[in-house]
């Protein structure tokens, strides 16, 4: 005959860790607050650049998205996402989930909270919903500043679109808007899965935070191999830049469905690998 386990009284698997306590706790860490001012700071930072770089270019004959960035508050924020998505949102993002476990086990806090006793699962979880919010915050924030400082430093007006010059009116660009900083949530979430799941494995957050950094870096240099072929469509970092389709003439939805596929794939996968390791693994930190 199987003893019962003795569990105390008013003790709920339900009431542990609540994401309100979670959600203060990572706030009030120095690197939340350290990432969202750099953030939040950069879209003035191009602003004062383009300010002071006025008039020293001379005539530009193309239509890239730099060139186009002082049109309107719309363009502006467009090429302050094109140049922060491929590394600055990374590491903003690999920061916040790749922090979640292994910065428990590197203050040997983890056995403590384990031993509350917040179940593993609970404890994984709400950690990270926590961390996948803070990483959307953080990907949100960045387009949302930018249309601000864009709107103050080169006024609000329609966008024009790189490459063509076709313009397309401001009340129209906006649902498009959204649907690009949509799509930069969801082409992040593979990075955030792989600091995740590296969180699980290693007791060092720089270690998890550098290890989905460097996948970046690594699918990056092996997207510019053509002779791979078809095989690059498959690498996280491949379809990065397909929200840039959302501001053609007809939006082009191809390529942002392939990349969203290949992005919510590998997320899958590398969260229940994470959830496996995580209830097998010795705590001892």
């Not at 309107?72 to 993002?93: D, E, P, Y």
């Not at 040997?108 to 404890?123: G, N, T």
């Amino acid at each position: 005959m199987n003893a019962e386990v003795p569990v105390a009284n008013g003790y709920s698997a339900r009431r542990t860790l609540p994401l309100r306590v979670e959600i203060v706790r990572q706030f009030r860490r120095r690197r939340t607050l350290v990432m969202f001012g750099l953030l939040l700071a950069l879209p003035w930072v191009l602003v004062v650049a383009f300010k002071l770089g006025a008039g020293q270019g001379g005539q530009q004959n193309t239509l890239r998205l730099s060139d186009l960035a002082t049109e309107s508050a719309l363009n502006f924020s467009a090429f302050t996402l094109s140049v922060s998505a491929s590394f600055l949102l990374v590491v903003a993002v690999a920061l916040f989930c790749g922090d979640t476990v292994a910065g428990e086990a590197s203050w040997s806090s983890l056995r403590y909270l384990l031993a509350a006793p917040v179940p593993r699962d609970r404890l994984l979880r709400q950690k990270l919903i926590v961390a996948l919010g803070y990483a959307a915050a953080a990907v949100i924030s960045l387009p949302l500043m930018s249309l601000l400082a864009g709107t103050l430093g080169f006024g609000w007006d329609d966008i024009q679109v790189p490459g063509t010059g076709e313009v397309i009116p401001a009340a129209a660009a906006l649902p498009r808007f959204a649907i690009v900083i949509g799509y930069a949530l969801v082409s992040q979430l593979v990075v955030a899965s792989l600091a995740f799941l590296l969180s699980t494995a290693t007791d060092s957050p720089l270690g998890a935070v550098g290890g989905a950094v460097g996948l970046v870096i690594v699918s990056s240099i092996l997207q510019a191999v053509e002779a791979l072929g078809v095989v690059r469509e498959f690498l996280p970092t491949f379809w990065t830049s397909a929200w840039l389709d959302a501001f053609a003439p007809e939006i082009e939805w191809s390529g942002m469905i392939k990349g969203a596929a290949v992005s919510v794939t590998y997320s899958a996968i590398l969260i229940a690998l994470a959830f496996r390791r995580f209830r097998a693994k010795d705590i001892v930190s």
